[in-house]
């Protein structure tokens, strides 16, 4: 009911250039009807709606691009399979040939980074697409998200392998590694825009069907391979991002087994293994980007929450034994949020001024826990940070088309 209000809504001020005031009664309207939920998801629209008419119509104009648009002479692999390269890694001025050598959160600018690039790309054009098709209903959204979602994994001429086994390359050192894995956050919201567009009229059942095998073949590669099962088992960041995708997968997919597992995994791993008693995550506190690294695991704790929860299942309630939960992390980490110069730790070694941004942990947490000051903060941060760093380390960026 509150989509077509709102496309409807749209499409009258295209017509008779109509002013902010209805949609501010459209906002009143849902909060006195529908209840705190909505009442997040109609501020969030409010906030919003410029931005992701604007980025529509940018994502309307792409040509898709994907991972057989470029290749680098260090992969190992074919066309077909994604590539990069550690971050950290540098060549050693003792012998300049030989393996590199890593300098943790330093990041090589003269590494591959097209694919992740070109998949971040692919992510922004159908996060934006699919949220404009939430807000207005006009299949020429999904008619387009489609062109680019069926390049990338329909089309045999141009789709990605459903492995990863050339992430993360080390020269010298490695052909790929499992912590690779964590490249492909970026496809969350690709699975997420797909499931609010596989309804619209313009969607080929066929190319549907096979986008959702590939994810299914993904998802029991990222399970049964040992890189796979390597990047399950981190302690820190990349164990969560592991789960979240995975869990994002499942969600498009309709595998309630692994939605089980991602589940079991938040309440017998992440929380009592990743999180201290005071709701801080000491892996992430102890690395050269602490601050970064705490706020990117955050967002995906919370994420993993707001994926898996349902009518049987409440992740946002459960906590431990000793009373590790998910408000205690967001409660942690929000004073640092609303005022950075609170800090405790020295600044990060690099992009330490690029955090943060309109971080997901907010606007969901605000949902779940009804904290208008979470909501407030997020509000007022960037929604459309152009640094290439923050947008690798933020796969939610069009939080319209999480809201169910």
Known sequence: MTE???SQL???????????????????????SF???????????????????????WAMMQEPITVTAETSPRSKGGKHDFYSEGDYWWPDSLNPDGPYIQRDGLTNPNIFTAHRLAMIRFSRIVGALASAYKLTRED??????????????????????????????????????????IDTIHLMEVAQGIIVM????????QDLAQTKNWFAEYINWLMTHQYGKDEMEAKNNHG?????QVASFAKLTENKE???????????????????????FPQELKRTKPYGYSIFNLDAMVMLCHILSDKENNLWTYQTIDGRNIKKGISYLYPFIADKKKWPLKPDVMYWENW??????????????????????????????????VLRNLPVRNPIIWFE
């Open 240 to 244: 969560t991002c592991w789960a979240m």
């Open 4 to 6: 077509l209000f709102l």
């Open 35 to 57: 209840g705190q939920k909505n009442s997040v998801e109609s501020e969030v629209i409010w906030t919003l709606r410029t931005h992701i008419m604007t980025e529509a119509g």
């Open 140 to 181: 020429k959204y999904a008619t387009q998200a489609f062109r680019h979602i069926n390049a990338w994994f329909v089309d045999s001429e141009t789709k990605m392998n459903p492995s990863l086994l050339f992430a993360q390359a080390i020269k010298g050192r490695a052909a790929g590694r499992g912590i690779g894995i």
């Open 258 to 280: 692994v939605l089980d597992f991602c589940r079991n995994r938040y309440k017998t791993v992440f929380l009592p293994y990743q999180m201290n008693a005071n709701g801080s």
């Open 356 to 389: 943060p941004v309109a971080q997901p942990f907010l606007v969901f947490g605000a949902q779940a826990f009804k904290k208008d000051d979470w909501f407030r903060t997020w509000r007022k941060l960037d929604h459309n940070p152009k640094e290439e760093e």
């Open 198 to 205: 596989q309804q619209a009229k313009s969607v080929n059942k």
């Open 10 to 32: 749209y499409r009258n001020q295209r017509r008779n250039r109509m002013g902010a005031s209805l949609v501010f009664c459209f906002i009143l309207f849902v909060n006195l």
